[in-house]
């Protein structure tokens, strides 16, 4: 167990309506990660973090943004959920020898 | 960009058998390697990280090599058991930069 907790575990939501999920670390790692996993795409990377206030793009990053003010806590936010965002989200924290470690996930819903 | 391929999509195997799982990228510039498992619903769990320095990792009945130059790794399981049925994901993390590539990973059923 890493010490990784994400909230909400299961959201449905509205096409058009904004979401915030939220990653908490309870081990002070520098490197903080966002993932969609689809089914025939494996796990993509949205957005990453190495630091307070220093982000950068994964992969997928259009239509999300992150936000991270405390070194424990990252946020993805969806400004306008799309039924395209429908997916299982995973936070990850990544070691000193980038070894990454996943939270439970959220599955998200978008009707 | 990275491609990472992982054959066969899924395995069906005897108890007690000893198994290979495969995992192949496109881009040999790597600083690391990383074997998951994941189970219906949950997140995944790291079993092995091979830095790109390193050609092997043990940990109990798993052992996990990578071969950089051909692009490949594998994920070696030994005296297979009805508790390893899981999927079985790897990663790449590119030399240059924070990215991490996924494979689609292998669904390995271990049958009593």
């Known amino acids: 167990d890493a010490g990784i907790t994400q909230s909400p575990r299961h959201k449905v939501t509205e096409t058009g309506t904004p979401v915030t999920l939220r990653c908490h670390q309870t081990?002070?790692?520098?490197?903080m990660y966002w993932y969609r996993q689809d089914p025939g795409h494996g796990l993509r990377l949205i957005h990453y973090s190495y630091g307070v206030k220093d982000t950068d793009k994964g992969e997928v990053s259009d239509g999300y943004s992150v936000s991270r003010s405390k070194t424990e806590d990252f946020l993805l936010t969806l400004e306008s959920a799309t039924s395209s965002q429908t997916s299982v989200y995973f936070c990850a924290i990544g070691r000193d020898t980038y070894e990454q470690y996943f939270g439970p996930g959220t599955r998200l819903t978008v009707t | 960009k990275q491609e990472v391929t992982q054959i066969p999509a899924a395995l069906s195997v005897p108890e007690g058998e000893n198994l290979v799982l495969n995992c192949s990228f496109t881009?040999?510039?790597?600083?690391?390697l990383q074997w998951f498992r994941q189970d219906p619903g949950k997140g995944l769990t790291s079993l092995l990280l091979?830095?790109?320095?390193?050609r092997e990792q043990t940990s109990g009945r798993l052992n996990a090599s990578l071969d950089k130059s051909s692009g490949r790794s594998t994920l070696y399981i030994a005296a297979s058991q009805p508790g390893d049925s899981a999927t079985y994901l790897c990663a790449v993390r590119r030399a240059a930069g924070n990215q991490f590539y996924f494979g689609t990973g292998t669904s390995l059923t271990v049958i009593p």
């Open positions: 081990e002070n790692h520098r490197y």
């Open positions: 091979i830095q790109s320095s390193q």
């Open positions: 881009d040999s510039a790597i600083y690391n």
